[in-house]
């Protein structure tokens, strides 16, 4: 009788999701960005933006996170740091900043919901509601066919950069859905922060041009222990 012996390797790590993180270097200039290869197809009444971000920056210094721009509206849907906090832009209308403690170099979940019913928004940071209101554009409806640039804020369509706007540091998972999420949704621990999937934008899927000295590279924050 002839024995055969297998032999087995060991399996990876297990992963909620492996996709690319985008890192933009300092000095901050007018360079260095990345743009997702997709748009929006249609009008959006309500949606819900997330992302992953890290960065040493000065919470000072102002900064774009992401910038969606149409031929009508370079503001039609940004995340951005004034330097006194976050302001949520949608249809070239803004809240009030909302101070986010995401300056420590470490890893945080941002992410953003609106709807045009009531102008509501919320803003939350690693699964904490840390700012919200109404009132935002009611009525509005974001607009199809527009530019999406990471790291930098649109005044133009794809371009019209500023470098005192820019951002420097990392980005990852940026998806977008056409509802507003729950709560539970938004999650409040990583499990949930890197298993999402956009069904408008989903990270995963999307394909990411750089340009300047920005790169890609492999996201490991949702490999799990």
């Not at 992963?15 to 000095?27: A, E, M, R, S």
């Not at 019209?160 to 949704?185: I, K």
Request: net charge negative; aromatic share 10%.
């Amino acid at each position: 009788t002839t024995t055969t012996q297998t032999t087995t390797t060991a399996a990876p790590p297990p992963v909620l999701d492996d996709p690319q993180k985008i890192t933009v270097p300092n000095p901050r200039n007018t360079d260095n960005y990345a743009r997702l290869g997709t748009t929006l197809n249609q009008d959006l009444s309500a949606f819900t933006l997330c992302l992953h971000m890290r960065t040493g920056m000065d919470p000072s210094l102002s900064a774009s996170l992401i910038s969606y721009a149409t031929v009508h509206s370079h503001n039609e849907l940004v995340l951005f740091n004034n330097g006194a906090g976050f302001v949520l832009y949608v249809g070239m209308g803004f809240g009030p900043s909302v101070n986010f403690p995401v300056w420590d170099g470490m890893w945080h979940d941002i992410c953003a919901t609106w709807r045009n019913t009531d102008g509501a928004w919320e803003l939350y940071v690693d699964g904490l509601l840390t700012g919200s209101g109404s009132g935002l554009r009611v009525g509005h409806a974001v607009q199809s066919g527009g530019t999406w640039i990471l790291a930098q804020e649109q005044d133009t369509v794809g371009g019209g950069f500023d470098s005192t706007q820019a951002f420097s540091g990392e980005l990852s998972h940026v998806n977008l859905w056409d509802r507003v999420l729950s709560p539970a949704e938004i999650g409040s621990d990583w499990t949930v922060f890197c298993s999402r999937h956009g069904n408008v934008i989903d990270w995963s899927t999307t394909d990411v041009d750089v340009f300047g000295q920005a790169n890609k590279d492999r996201y490991l924050n949702c490999v799990l222990p």
